[in-house]
Every structure is written in C-alpha cells, then in structure tokens.
C-alpha cells in the first residue's frame, strides 16, 4: 500500500471525527469522499440492563456535489489508519450516498426534461364565452 495515500479516521480542533480517503500533502490532507463519525445515543429499557449505542455515517459537508477537500495540519489533532470493521462500513456507506446522489440527479434530469403543461387548453376570454354559450342554452 502506498504510504501517502490509505483510509484514515481524522480528529479535528472542531472535535469533528472524520473517516476518509486520504491523501498526504505538504500542507495538510487532502480528504476523498469524508464522512462524518456521529455517536448515537444510549438506548435503556425500563429495567436499566439493556442498553444500545452506536455511530452513525454521513456525509462531512451536506450541501455539497464536491467529493474531495483539503484540511490544513493546523486544524487536525490526530489521524489514523482507518481498519476492519470500519473500512467495511465506510466503502459501503460511500457507495449507498453515492447511488442515492445519482437517482437524485436523475429524477432532476427527468423533471427537467418533461413537458410542461399548466393545463390550461384555451384563453380566458374563450372559456367564458364558451361557458356562456351553455349557460344561455339552459
């Protein structure tokens, strides 16, 4: 594996817990696809002896289409290479964001693409007098 780029989990000053793709720059990192480490919180029943947590996956930067960002060495605290179970977790995570872009796009695409139609079939001085034609019949 080359040393300069591997998966890596990366603390930042924020307090921000990342899992990325990284590359090694001279001035920093550059981050490929970053997701965003959320701990969710501690579920208990009643009786206090089950409880549950876990982390969640999502992306660094939400309104973005970018997939890749530079951090500059003085805002992370610490960064590591990212092993099995999470390097699983992440690939999979990566993949299921990136197809839920991708019919995002489409449906845009399909929007963008369909016929407009207001419904309107004539003009409003035609329909009323259409309508009063027929009210005058009756």
Same mark, same amino acid.
């Given at each position: 594996?080359?040393?300069?780029?591997?998966?890596?989990?990366?603390?930042?000053?924020?307090?921000?817990?990342?899992?990325?793709?990284?590359?090694?720059?001279?001035?920093?990192?550059?981050?490929?696809?970053?997701?965003?480490?959320?701990?969710?919180?501690?579920?208990?029943?009643?009786?206090?002896?089950? !409880?549950?947590? *876990?982390?969640?996956? #999502?992306?660094?930067?939400?309104?973005?289409?970018?997939?890749?960002? /530079?951090? +500059?060495?003085?805002?992370?605290?610490?960064?590591?290479?990212?092993?099995?179970p999470g390097l699983s977790h992440y690939k999979k995570a990566v993949s299921e964001i990136k197809e839920h872009e991708n019919e995002f796009f489409q449906?845009?695409?399909?929007?963008?693409?369909?016929? !407009?139609?207001? *419904?309107?079939?004539? #003009?409003?001085?035609?329909?009323?007098?259409?309508?009063?034609?027929? /009210?005058? +019949?009756?």
């Amino acid at each position: 594996m080359n040393e300069d780029k591997f998966f890596a989990t990366i603390k930042l000053i924020t307090g921000e817990e990342i899992v990325s793709f990284v590359e090694i720059h001279e001035e920093g990192l550059i981050v490929h696809n970053p997701l965003i480490l959320e701990d969710m919180s501690i579920l208990e029943d009643i009786m206090d002896d089950v !409880k549950a947590s *876990g982390i969640k996956l #999502s992306k660094w930067i939400k309104s973005t289409t970018d997939n890749f960002f /530079f951090i +500059k060495d003085s805002k992370i605290v610490t960064c590591n290479e990212l092993i099995e179970p999470g390097l699983s977790h992440y690939k999979k995570a990566v993949s299921e964001i990136k197809e839920h872009e991708n019919e995002f796009f489409q449906k845009q695409e399909r929007k963008k693409n369909r016929k !407009k139609y207001n *419904g309107y079939r004539a #003009s409003i001085k035609d329909a009323r007098m259409f309508f009063e034609d027929i /009210f005058d +019949k009756y």
